[in-house]
């Protein structure tokens, strides 16, 4: 078993209302950024995992997306592999 470090994006689905984003990009305005256009919030995860394989790490990133991470019905998740760590269990 190796282990990799992810990087998960988290990212509310164009079109769709997000009132935080809304929120901060009314309050830059405010505070005189009026070239600021649309703001959107998300999330990003960095998970460290041990697996078979970069595939099998991807995979299981996936499945922890659709299970946990993001709510299908209003988000999008990108995952990126940054780099495979020395050692397991570290």
Request: hydrophobic residues 40%; glycine residues 10%.
């Amino acid at each position: 078993m190796s282990q990799y470090r992810l990087e998960i994006r988290v990212k509310p689905r164009p079109g769709l209302l997000d009132p935080q984003g809304k929120a901060i990009h009314h309050s830059l305005n405010s505070l005189g950024w009026d070239g600021v256009g649309d703001v959107r919030v998300g999330k990003v995860m960095y998970i460290d995992i041990e697996a078979d394989s970069e595939t099998s790490a991807g995979e299981a990133a996936e499945a922890m997306c659709r299970k946990l991470l993001a709510n299908p019905v209003t988000e999008d998740f990108e995952i990126s592999m940054i780099e495979a760590l020395e050692g397991a269990g570290s």
